[in-house]
């Protein structure tokens, strides 16, 4: 199984808002409601924003919502702010021998 | 809250073994799920393998037989032996709690660079 599919970059000014996408498989990100968004900045370890596709844990912004349809997982970011600005990636639980994908990563510039 | 801390040598000469510690505090280790995931210099996320205590394990099939996990309820500690390393195992490495492939309450990561 190969890796979950992201942009590489994306862009954009505080305030504004953004969506990163995640494309898998039907094996994958369509087969399970197990999707996670992680924000990692420089030097910095990896923070769970988002699992179970939706659910944000307890001290996440309200500004970070997930989504999925079929085989595409999406993360939005509404009302950017600067410290924003970092590495996400997405993962997906797989059920077989792989237990779970990484996306390549998005790093996100805000502006 | 649950801490995490992964320790070990930062250097590895190749052919040899590397390992890593990963010590608990804040809960107890037999509460969770523990996972590896490595992230080499400048590049992704890798998923290593996870372990449970009561002996549930399963590790990336890309790893072959290279990994073992193991975990020691006295001291609440998790660890990670992975043998006959090559540059391509120059990575950070973190330890985290895992459920459902969602890991969270991850540690600082350590890093570990395979050079003669």
């Known amino acids: 199984q190969s890796a979950l599919t992201q942009p590489p970059s994306a862009s954009r000014s505080p305030g504004e808002s953004v969506t990163i996408s995640c494309t898998g498989t039907?094996?994958?990100?369509?087969?399970?409601?197990?999707v996670s968004w992680y924000q990692q900045h420089p030097g910095k370890a990896p923070k769970l924003i988002i699992y179970d596709v939706t659910k944000r844990p307890s001290g996440v912004p309200d500004r970070f919502s997930g989504s999925k349809s079929g085989n595409t997982a999406s993360l939005t970011v509404s009302g950017l702010q600067a410290e924003d600005e970092a590495d996400y990636y997405c993962s997906s639980y797989t059920g077989t021998n792989t237990y779970v994908l990484f996306g390549g990563g998005t790093k996100l510039t805000v502006l | 809250q649950v801490h995490v801390q992964e320790s070990g040598p930062g250097l590895v000469y190749p052919s040899e073994t590397l390992s890593l510690t990963c010590t608990v505090s804040g809960d107890s280790i037999l509460n969770y799920y523990w996972s590896w995931i490595r992230q080499p210099p400048g590049r992704g996320l890798e998923w290593l393998g996870y372990?449970?205590?009561?002996?549930?394990?399963h590790s990336n099939p890309s790893l072959k037989s290279r990994l073992t996990m193991s975990i020691d309820m006295s001291k609440n500690q998790f660890s990670l032996k992975l043998t006959s390393v090559t540059a391509a195992d120059t990575a950070v490495y973190f330890c985290a709690t895992v459920t459902w492939g969602s890991f969270s309450n991850w540690g600082q990561g350590t890093l570990v660079t395979v050079s003669s």
């Open positions: 372990r449970y205590y009561n002996g549930n394990t």
């Open positions: 039907s094996s994958d990100v369509g087969a399970y409601n197990y």
